[in-house]
């Protein structure tokens, strides 16, 4: 079955596709996602779990407490270490949140807010896109 979004680690062991056109697409500043992206920001999105396919590979799912006390599961290729996709999301029940990175075309999907803009580092300009200093909502 072909699907509208396919995405691969960076030695493409793991593959996976979707076909929703995602509603919640954050540029998200806080220093958890510095850390685990290691970069100044990470770029991802919400994806219905029953529309999220793995499609090629194993991906290793690591539990992880966030800074709001809840659960969650980051996963990552074995074989290269890429960051791929966040799941059993406690705050966010039905979601995968998928790394914008790990798409074959990462130009079909853009941000539509940025959070913990209170984390943005001095050299890094806002997008023009609503801004929330914390969480949105
Ligand atoms: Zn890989
Ligand atoms: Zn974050």
């Known amino acids: 079955m072909t699907r509208k979004y396919t995405a691969q680690c960076a030695c493409g062991a793991v593959k996976f596709g979707f076909n929703t056109d995602p509603d919640f697409v954050a540029n998200c500043h806080c220093l958890d996602c510095k850390r685990a992206s290691g970069g100044e920001a990470a770029t991802f999105f919400g994806v219905p779990e029953d529309d999220f396919t793995l499609t090629s590979g194993n991906p290793k799912a690591r539990r992880y407490i966030a800074e709001s006390g809840k659960a969650l599961e980051r996963n990552f290729c ?60």
Do not use: H, Y
């Open 78 to 137: 074995p074989d290269c270490g890429s960051r791929l996709f966040t799941s059993n999301l406690e705050s966010f029940p039905g979601l995968v949140f998928v790394m914008l990175g790990s798409l074959d075309r990462p130009e079909l999907i853009a941000p539509k807010l940025e959070m913990f803009t209170k984390r943005r580092l001095k050299w890094a300009r806002p997008l023009d896109l609503p801004q929330f200093d914390s969480m949105p909502g």
